[in-house]
């Protein structure tokens, strides 16, 4: 049974930093492209951040492009998503998700695997 669980979230000032992580199990980590997605109240799910299994490549939504980074941690079965200079419209429920295609990493339907989520709530 595959389980990603996410961890890390929590209330922060604007301009502070976070670093979630999600800790999978029950699949063959390193062979899995993993992405984080977040939602905000009412808004669609959107993507944040992809990286491929090798952690070569690394993909980011142009809104946090220089202020969060995605690594990986494949001993650990671990993905992480580093989170600095948070703004307000960075609120929302944090998800992290895993598939074994990287062509439209930047897509939902991409993922075949996705977590409970974590929330992140940043406040001006």
């Known amino acids: 049974q595959v389980q990603l669980v996410e961890s890390g979230g929590g209330l922060v000032q604007a301009g502070g930093s976070l670093r979630l992580s999600c800790a999978a199990s029950?699949?063959?980590?390193?062979?899995?492209?993993m992405g984080w997605f977040r939602q905000a109240p009412g808004k669609e799910r959107e993507f944040v951040a992809a990286?491929?299994?090798?952690?070569?490549?690394?993909h980011y939504a142009d809104s946090v492009k220089g202020r969060f980074t995605i690594s990986r941690d494949n001993a650990k079965n671990t993905v992480y998503l580093q989170m600095n200079s948070l703004k307000p419209e960075d609120t929302a429920v944090y998800y992290c998700?895993?598939?074994?295609?990287?062509?439209?990493?930047?897509?939902?339907?991409?993922?075949?695997?996705w977590g409970q989520g974590t929330q992140v709530t940043v406040s001006s």
């Open positions: 990286i491929t299994w090798s952690a070569g490549i690394t």
């Open positions: 029950g699949l063959t980590f390193s062979m899995y492209n």
């Open positions: 998700a895993g598939t074994r295609r990287y062509t439209g990493a930047t897509l939902r339907s991409s993922y075949d695997y």
